[in-house]
């Protein structure tokens, strides 16, 4: 059971716009932020979004991320066949004082 | 550009220890501005956040709960690596481990490539 929750799977057509939620809690959403990971078969996962909303120098802007609350998500606009992968939230959580994950969501392009 | 190198064996024993090494370039262990992790990921478990280490002035470490009793993380500044050790390990620790940097944005940002390791008799 993961300390942040993610729906399983997601699915869409290329071109389309495709969302993918995260939920939280206090000891983590609450003053920390958010980064988010795309991991392709066999590798390991890649940043994708830092700071809630940052995209790392080579990310392609099709990807933005956002961040109210105690929850986030991730936008894929413009998908495309290469996004087919796994995509995990993170963030630090002050009360296990530690990195916490949510399980992954599977993205599929139809 | 930062890269870490994993390395150790794939293979351990149920009630043996578990070693990797994480040799970094690009930085410093003993940066002022970063934190080292090992985080592992399994079907069961998921990503899972282990421990880190981390230069402020003096040497911190940190473990995660589910492995505080069963592991040791150490840095070592004359090769530029820090280690995992996990003790008394059992069928439930097979997983693909990970080293991992959190940068000056405090998030994690460069991981090795993974080692996966099958604790098998």
């Known amino acids: 059971q993961s300390v942040l929750t993610q729906p399983p799977s997601a699915s869409g057509t290329p071109g389309q716009r495709v969302t993918i939620s995260c939920s939280g809690s206090?000891?983590?959403?609450?003053?920390?932020?958010v980064s988010w990971f795309q991991q392709l078969p066999g590798t390991a996962p890649k940043l994708l979004i830092y700071?809630?909303?940052h995209r790392p120098s080579g990310v392609p802007d099709r990807f933005s991320g956002s961040k109210s609350g105690t929850s986030a998500s991730l936008a894929i606009s413009g998908l495309q066949s290469e996004d087919e992968a796994d995509f995990y939230c993170?963030?630090?959580?002050?009360?296990?004082?530690?990195?916490?994950f949510g399980g992954g969501t599977r993205v599929t392009v139809l | 550009q930062v890269q870490l190198q994993q390395s150790g064996p794939g293979l351990v024993k149920p009630s043996q220890t578990l070693s990797l090494t994480c040799a970094i370039s690009?930085?410093?262990?003993?940066?002022?501005?970063?934190?080292w992790n090992w985080i592992r990921q399994s079907p069961s478990r998921g990503l899972e956040w282990l421990g880190r280490?981390?230069?402020?002035?003096?040497?911190?470490?940190g473990y995660g709960v589910s492995v505080k009793s069963r592991i040791t993380i150490n840095p070592d500044t004359s090769k530029n690596q820090f280690s995992l050790q996990l003790n008394s390990v059992t069928p439930e620790d097979t997983a693909v481990y990970y080293c991992?940097?959190?940068?000056?944005?405090?998030?994690?940002?460069?991981w090795g490539q993974g080692t996966l390791v099958t604790v098998s008799s």
């Open positions: 280490t981390y230069y402020r002035s003096k040497w911190y470490i």
């Open positions: 206090s000891p983590n959403f609450g003053r920390n932020a």
């Open positions: 700071r809630n909303s």
């Open positions: 991992a940097r959190t940068g000056e944005t405090g998030d994690v940002d460069y």
């Open positions: 993170a963030a630090w959580d002050d009360s296990l004082n530690g990195w916490v």
């Open positions: 690009g930085d410093s262990v003993s940066s002022n501005s970063a934190a």
